[in-house]
């Protein structure tokens, strides 16, 4: 019966009608408040199946090299990618730019030929080539980070691409407006085609970010950014600190509507590979851990658009964790869940948007009104 319901939501979804039928459910539905788990209990039942062994995201001061020898320090973290590395590097150095770039790529402890192909590169004066034993993703992008030499930095995932002119395009916008942040459009491919292509509105804004994508790639960073910060170890959806860290240091974001960035959609990915696995509770566990960074870095934020954007997280934590199959564990997630929104809102904020209903599933306790919003909206 899961199985035929997992379809049915997805068909809804694909065909658009997904909003109708919640609205259509929604106003026929009878708020049902249900007692939960202990937050004690719950805790053991999720560390019983895969245990939080991950790390914060604060960090002592990276170096900083001033006067910036570079205008932007692009990270390409690279583990077993001997097939994409090449036009990865490629579409770097293919670049036409009048800025002063640093490439740096950090070689993950790769077990096939990527060390092997990166020596073809060895001659390049803007590239840095750092081998270390395997430390994850974010150990990768971390490493890097360590010694910035370059106003902006940005993040290059070594099985994708720049798109042509990304660099200039970026930086253009970044110094017209003197961007904390720039954000730009991307292109999804595979080894076939094109399949699909993003484009963003182009404006110069205070930090209202909530429509910009959560990614870490497609965007280049001011370097003061990473000053205390870095990407938390030992997770997956490392890129969660984006939305919940970053772009709430911003004082001022841009965004430009072209494509700058080219995703490849790989299987071997960890969207792909995150499905059903009991690490998918990282996804909560990451979200638990960035609350706490942020108010060790004494984020200010407006509540509001932090409702929303927390708000969002829980619902993308149901998406990823709900793939595991155990309704014992959305449940758990759903209990710390409404422990999270209560710790962190005294008052019921405002305008929250899309995500009021999913509020007041939290608040009051109805996991079967939870449940049918994270599954049709």
């Known amino acids: 019966m899961k199985a035929y319901k997992g379809i049915l939501f997805k068909v809804l979804k694909k065909i658009r009608l997904n909003h109708l039928f919640y609205r259509m459910l929604s106003a026929i539905y009878r708020n049902e408040e249900v007692e939960l788990a202990s937050y004690e209990e719950s805790e053991r039942l999720l560390s019983s199946v895969c245990p939080d062994n991950g790390k914060s995201c604060v960090t002592a001061k990276n170096s900083m090299t001033t006067p910036w020898q570079y205008d932007l320090q692009i990270i390409i973290p690279a583990y077993n990618v001997e097939p994409y590395i090449k036009k990865c590097l490629d579409s770097v150095f293919c670049q036409q730019t009048n800025y002063r770039v640093l490439v740096v790529v950090v070689n993950d402890g790769s077990t096939d030929a990527t060390a092997e192909m990166l020596k073809n590169y060895h001659q390049t004066d803007n590239l840095t080539i750092i081998h270390q034993e395997n430390q994850g993703f974010s150990g990768a992008r971390n490493r890097a980070l360590e010694k ?205 948007g899309r995500y009021e209903d999913l509020y007041e599933a939290l608040v009051n306790r109805d996991f079967s009104r939870y449940k049918l919003f994270c599954l049709l909206q």
């Open 148 to 352: 910035i030499s370059a106003e902006y930095v940005t993040f290059l995932d070594s099985d994708d691409e720049l798109a042509p002119n990304a660099i200039q395009l970026l930086m253009d916008a970044a110094k017209a407006n003197d961007s904390d942040l720039v954000a730009g459009g991307y292109e999804c491919f595979n080894d076939a085609r094109t399949f699909q292509v993003v484009h963003l509105k182009k404006q110069a804004v205070a930090p209202e970010y909530l429509s910009i994508p959560g990614f870490a790639w497609g965007k280049i960073y001011r370097s003061h950014l990473f000053q205390d910060v870095h990407f938390p170890e030992k997770y997956w959806f490392e890129d969660t600190i984006v939305s919940m860290v970053l772009l709430q240091k911003c004082r001022t974001i841009s965004t430009i509507s072209e494509p700058v960035y080219r995703y490849r959609s790989n299987p071997g990915g960890i969207s792909a590979t995150s499905v059903s696995k009991p690490k998918s509770l990282d996804s909560y566990y990451i979200t638990r851990r960035l609350l706490d960074d942020r108010r060790k870095m004494q984020i200010e934020e407006n509540e509001s658009v932090f409702a929303i954007i927390l708000l969002r997280q829980i619902y993308i934590n149901f998406k990823r964790i709900i793939t595991i199959g155990r309704d014992d564990l959305d449940r758990a997630v759903f209990a710390l869940s409404v422990k999270m929104v209560e710790d962190e809102f005294d008052n019921r904020p405002t305008d929250m």
